[in-house]
């Protein structure tokens, strides 16, 4: 079992930029496919970004050049820069965490069955 704690969120303007940060409670980022999701209200939840366990990344169209994904083994964190921020990136922003990352690939690791674990959430606010 993992626990995952978001942290980080907060209001900010357009071209804003904040930084999320998960933190794992337990090693896992050798081993586990991590992920960032975010959901607006009244929308489906939605993959932002992801990372497999030997580092590779990917990222939702929508946030391409203005949000990184990357990890801190060392830390068991995971964090999402996110920079540029526009009014429509307003939502609740989850981690997620999956066990097993042999089957990893661009499609499944932007998709919420993909992953097991989940934190409860942190909210972004971007205001125009």
């Known amino acids: 079992q993992v626990q995952l704690v978001e942290s980080g969120g907060g209001s900010v303007q357009s071209g804003g930029s904040l930084r999320l940060s998960c933190e794992a409670s337990r090693y896992t980022y050798s081993v586990y496919c991590m992920g960032w999701f975010r959901q607006a209200p009244g929308k489906e939840r939605e993959g932002v970004a992801a990372?497999?366990?030997?580092?590779?990344?990917t990222s939702a169209d929508s946030v391409k050049g203005r949000f990184t994904i990357s990890q801190d083994n060392a830390k068991n964190t995971l964090y999402l820069q996110m920079d540029s921020l526009k009014p429509e990136d307003t939502a609740m922003y989850y981690c997620?965490?999956?066990?097993?990352?042999?089957?990893?690939?661009?499609?499944?690791?932007?998709?919420?069955?993909?992953?097991?674990?989940w934190g409860q959430g942190t909210q972004v606010t971007v205001s125009s």
């Open positions: 997620a965490a999956r066990s097993g990352c042999t089957y990893y690939n661009t499609y499944s690791a932007l998709r919420t069955w993909w992953y097991v674990y």
């Open positions: 990372i497999s366990s030997d580092g590779m990344t």
